[in-house]
Structures are given as C-alpha cells and as structure tokens.
C-alpha cells in the first residue's frame, strides 16, 4: 500500500472573505503535514493536497468542516513518495481562471453526465466532443473522437468556441476536463452564448478512469495531472510518465530517443526555441538539482503550475 495519499477536488460557492479562508485553510494544512496547490477565491475552493494516507481523512475532514462544505467529495488517488514540493495556498480571482463573468457556474451549467452513460454519448456521430484542457494535456491522452482546441491557456477557449463551434449551437456538445472543474466554467459560458444541447463529464477524466474498468475505456494514453506524477491511467494508478524540466510538456519514449533531448534541460518540443543563454541557465539548475540530491537535499527543480488535477 502506498503511503501518500492525494485528494484533488473543487467546489463553487460562494465566499465572503476569501482571504480569512486562506489563511485557516493554509494553517489546517500545515498542521496535518500536507502539501500542494490550494486556490480560494470569491466563487469557491480549488485544489489538489497530499499527506500520509493516514492522516487524509481526517485532514479532509477539517477541510469540511472550516468550509461548511460538508458534502466535498473528492477524488483520492495514491503514491509511493510525496509528489509536491512544498504547500501553497492562494488567493485567487477566480478557482479556474477563464475571465468571463457569464461563465458563472453559480448561475447555469451543463447537463451532468455520469462516467456509465458518457461512452454512449460521445460515440453518438452526431455529438461533437471537445477536450477543454490544455495542448500539452491533450497531447498525453484523451477520449475517442475528441476535438483539440490546441489552447494554451483556459482563458484561449472562448475564442476557440467562437471560430469553431458557433455555428453548431443546436448540436450536442459533450465537454471533459481532468476533474471536472474547467467544465463547470466551459459549459456555465456555452449556456450563456445560447448553446442548447451541452454536456459535460460528472467528476472529469479522474472519475471516469476510476470507475470504468479498461476493458470498456475509451480512454486513450494517459491523463495529465500537475504534480510529480505526471500522469495517472486506469484505476488512477501513475504511468512511466515525465516532464521536460525545460517547458513542462509531457514526455514519451520516442522524445527521450529524440536528438534534441537532454535531462532536465530540453525535450524536442522546446530545444528549438531555446537561445544560448537559456540553454545555459537550465544547465545550471540541473547541475544545481543533481547536486542537492547527492547531498540528500531537495531541490526546487520544475515549476509546477498553479493549475491543480481538479
């Protein structure tokens, strides 16, 4: 059994004072040992926390109970080591960041669609099935049929849904998202824009690997978390995944053969962009990060995004 549990989730609701919520969420973390990403914003809680498995429940329990969300349900998975360096708890505009106030979850969303019947829907010819994540995660996996809207940033989608879905508003329009987060944001601005038909995983990619069994998947690869992990596959269980210490992007075998691959500095997405002084800079951190782990030490090494696997 591994020893370090890891909770991801999310919740819209209202909240007025954000800041106060910080800091007793920041102190509850602290005093269970936990670590990792946690938003608190004006429209609700975002985030994604590790500790010693034995000390989850109960952490997650306090976390309830400071928020008055006692129904928080969250998707746990497991790791053999702490997969976050240090804890942050920040205060944020917004728990997922897409600045449009008519994308209000509190308001209208899309229809929920349990991971037992979304193989029927998006198999449907007539459904048009979009990932809202990110280019990179998309690139790691994704579902059968699924549309890459190739945004860099969340905040890119609208623009993608005014070039490439505008015309099709009475058409059904299944969304997913790792934990189900950017979907409550990306269905909440469909509705508004008058979207008719629009749909969205219940619990994201996470809750669909967790319940539906391989054999019936139509999940390909693996799917994206932001965390030493990398990547998570059926049944929620880490993938031989890592990152490019140098842009972050999700790396498979054929990269790591790639001319243009050297740890902790480059991969074949980045290394052509790179100028010599960049180059450089990355060289050093890696050296930097090479020696604290001889010393027993840790070392800062990758940024880890403020996007958390909710």
């Keep these: 059994m591994s020893s370090i549990s890891v909770a991801a989730f999310y919740r819209f609701a209202p909240i007025a004072d954000p800041e106060a919520l910080r800091a007793r969420l920041f102190a509850i973390c602290r005093d269970f040992s936990a670590r990792g990403i946690l938003l608190v914003a004006p429209e609700g809680i975002n ?13 997650l329990d306090a976390i309830r109970q400071e928020t008055g969300f006692h129904d928080l349900k969250p998707r ?14 920040r205060l944020k505009k917004e728990i997922v960041t897409l600045g449009r106030a008519e994308a209000d979850p509190l308001k209208h969303v899309g229809t929920y669609v349990p991971p037992s019947e979304w193989n029927a ?6 459904t048009i099935v979009v990932d809202t994540r ?12 699924a549309l890459d809207p190739a945004t860099p940033t ?24 790792t934990g189900g987060i950017r979907c409550e944001k990306a269905t909440s601005y469909l509705v508004a824009e008058g979207f008719k038909n629009v749909y969205h995983l219940e619990g994201g990619i996470l809750n669909y690997l967790e319940t539906i069994p391989e054999d019936q998947s139509l999940w390909r690869g693996g799917c994206f978390v932001f965390d030493r992990r990398v990547a998570l596959g059926h049944g929620l269980k880490p993938l031989p995944m890592r990152l490019c210490y140098g842009c972050l992007a999700p790396l498979d075998e054929a990269d790591f053969s790639s001319p243009d691959y050297e740890e902790g500095v480059a991969c074949p997405h980045c290394a052509p962009l790179l100028t010599l002084e960049k180059r450089a800079s990355l060289r050093e951190r890696h050296r930097q990060t090479l ?13 880890i995004s403020d996007e958390t696997a909710a």
Excluded: Q
Aim: charged content about 30%; proline content about 6%.
């Design 47 to 59: 985030g994604t926390i590790a500790t010693n498995a034995e000390r989850m429940a109960a952490l």
């Design 76 to 89: 746990l998975s497991e790791d053999e080591v702490m997969p976050f360096l240090r804890l942050k708890v």
């Design 121 to 126: 829907l998006i198999s449907d010819p007539n």
């Design 134 to 145: 990110n280019d990179y995660e998309y690139r790691l996996g994704t579902f059968d049929h």
């Design 154 to 177: 969340f905040r890119d989608f609208p623009d993608y849904v005014e070039k490439n879905l505008a015309a099709d508003k009475d058409r059904p329009i299944a969304m997913f998202c």
């Design 291 to 303: 020696l604290a782990h001889k010393k027993g030490h840790s070392h800062l090494g990758p940024f």
